[in-house]
Structure formats: structure tokens, C-alpha cells
């Protein structure tokens, strides 16, 4: 039977000093990675900007508290951009008039969560459109534009998009 042949180990010298030595080489190859890491995937970040959120906005609101008085609202029952909860209400600040809303709103989602936009309403067709600009805490960079349709009784629809941008 052929053995095979140990390695030098005495040209590394002791046990404890190998183990050292390992673990340093071991240390070292990890700050390198996380130094190149660091550099390069900062310069990235610095080379492209960043990009809003942006998506379709779709939201249903019940307005059976809305009597076309100066704050008035209506309630979300449901949306599909998250911050826009089912529960949050949409504040008109001025009476409707008598064809229709021309009107800020402002959409209550919370604590410190508020989107100020404005509705223009027709009565007689039951259309309209949504804009809003800003805002508070989760909405503090929101836009979004929307449709408004009459879906039966008291509920109604914002069917558009929306984007989250410092680029004012």
C-alpha cells in the first residue's frame, strides 16, 4: 500500500501560527469584498437616479355621509395603492355648487397621513376628476390623477395612476 506524502508543514511553522495566519487571510478577503462592495455599488446608486413609485390607482369610496356641505366626506372601502386604506376618508373644504363639486379635498389616511388634491364633479353626467399634489407623512411626494364615476347608490370610483417623486 502507498502512502501519500504530508505536506510540508514546517515551511508554515507552527499549528497556531497557521490558524493566525488563515483566519487574517480569511478577515482580510472579507473587508475587501465589503470595501469593493461599498464602492462600487455606491457609485451606482450615485450614477442612476432614483425612480418613483408609480402604478395604476383604483380606489371605491361610499359617500353617504357626503351631503354637498363644506366638509362632508366620504369613506375608502377599498384601493389598490397600500397607504390607501379601507377606512380613510375624503374631505370636501368647500360646499358643492349646483352642477356639481369644484372643490380641494383632502385625503385623510391616518395619523400625520394626508393627500391634499381636488375634485371636479359633474352632477348631471356623475364624472368627474381627482388630482392630487403632495401631502403629509405617506404622501409627502404623492401625485396621482383619477377619473371619478358614479358604480350605483352611494359609491363611486378613481380609476388612473399615481406616482411617489421628490421631482417636483
Known amino acids: 500500500m502507498t502512502q501519500l506524502r504530508r505536506p510540508a508543514w514546517r515551511r508554515l511553522g507552527n499549528s497556531a501560527s497557521v490558524t493566525t495566519r ?11 469584498v465589503v470595501v469593493l462592495a461599498l464602492v462600487f455599488g455606491s457609485s451606482t446608486a450615485l450614477a442612476q437616479p432614483e425612480s418613483p413609485r408609480s402604478g395604476v390607482l383604483s380606489v371605491t369610496k361610499e359617500c ?4 354637498g356641505n363644506a366638509g362632508d366626506f366620504c369613506t375608502i372601502t377599498s384601493s389598490s395603492l397600500k397607504v390607501i386604506k379601507p377606512g380613510s376618508r375624503v374631505v370636501y373644504l368647500r360646499a358643492a355648487g349646483a352642477n356639481g363639486y369644484d372643490t380641494d379635498v383632502v385625503l385623510e389616511a391616518g ?11 359633474d352632477f348631471a353626467s356623475a364624472t368627474g376628476t381627482v388630482t392630487f399634489n403632495g401631502g403629509t407623512g405617506h404622501f409627502r411626494h404623492f401625485h396621482a390623477r383619477a ?13 388612473g395612476n399615481y406616482r411617489f417623486g421628490s421631482n417636483d
Do not use: Y
Open 22 to 32: 488563515t483566519f487574517a487571510n480569511k478577515v482580510a478577503a472579507g473587508l475587501a
Open 64 to 67: 353617504s355621509q357626503n351631503h
Open 111 to 121: 395619523r400625520g397621513n394626508q393627500a391634499f388634491g381636488h375634485v371636479v364633479l
Open 147 to 159: 377619473a371619478v364615476s358614479h358604480t350605483n347608490g352611494f359609491n363611486w370610483a378613481w380609476n
